[in-house]
């Protein structure tokens, strides 16, 4: 690939972040940074944050393990800065598990995006069954 066709960031490590990663304690949550290969041919320093959850397909199953990865921005933040910047990537994922499992008279009402190509974070009304995945 050429310049033209790569997409590319710098900045310092950030070890602020690396220090709110390594001491967040979240329910039973494992939070990890890291240098990784993302969706769609993306790479770089991400923050993955694992959780067990049910299937929302199968609420009664067992619990599985989700991963959620997220970009590290190419930032010089202070430690309250990044501490926010995890708390609000932890939330992001409540929004999409909370999305799967909201019901409304027993039908599902919203249900988070999960391809590739879209915001899987984004509130969505369902608007046909097909859409779930």
Not at 57 to 68: K, L, N, Q, S
Request: include cysteine.
């Amino acid at each position: 690939m050429t310049d033209q066709e790569v997409m590319w960031q710098t900045a310092p490590y950030p070890e602020n972040l690396k220090i709110v990663v390594d001491d967040v304690d979240y329910l039973d949550w494992a939070l990890n940074l890291d240098f990784y290969e993302r969706e769609v041919g993306g790479e770089g320093l991400t923050l993955r944050i694992r959780l067990p959850m049910p299937d929302s397909r199968e609420p009664d199953g067992p619990a599985i393990f989700w991963i959620h990865d997220f970009e590290v921005p190419a930032r010089v933040y202070d430690l309250p800065t990044w501490t926010r910047w995890v708390f609000d990537c932890i939330m992001l994922c409540h929004r999409h598990e909370a999305m799967e499992a909201f019901r409304v008279a027993g039908e599902q009402v919203f249900f988070p995006a999960h391809d590739v190509f879209s915001d899987m974070y984004e509130t969505k009304h369902v608007v046909h069954r097909r859409s779930i995945g």
